[in-house]
């Protein structure tokens, strides 16, 4: 699923102005996108959580120098969906 059909689904749904639907969307994903950039996790009762998750510094290897390189300690965003999320998942998706 798009961007595009998730704003199409919301729109007959409600609706709405596909371009409203359009701006709400790309508004939420910003402000998940800005709230994470500024050291703050987001919380969705009942959908999940965006949180900032810290990798610790490794070594890893340049194979084509045969040399190692030091990765230095980031963050990355994640995503952790809620155990309500997870559970509907789980019984509702065939596995493959």
């Known amino acids: 699923m798009t961007k595009a059909d998730i704003v199409a689904k919301i ?39 965006f949180i900032i998750k810290t990798r610790a510094e490794k070594t890893g290897r340049n194979i084509s120098k045969n040399t190692t390189i030091k990765i230095p300690a980031h963050n990355i965003p994640a995503f952790k969906p809620a155990k309500v999320f997870v559970e509907g998942v789980k019984t509702n998706v065939e596995v493959k």
Not at 34 to 49: A, I, K, P, Q, W
């Open 11 to 49: 729109s007959e749904k409600l609706g709405m102005e596909k371009g409203d639907v359009q701006a709400t969307v790309e508004s939420f994903m910003e402000e998940v996108k800005n709230s994470l950039e500024s050291g703050d996790n987001v919380y969705l009762r009942g959908f999940g959580s």
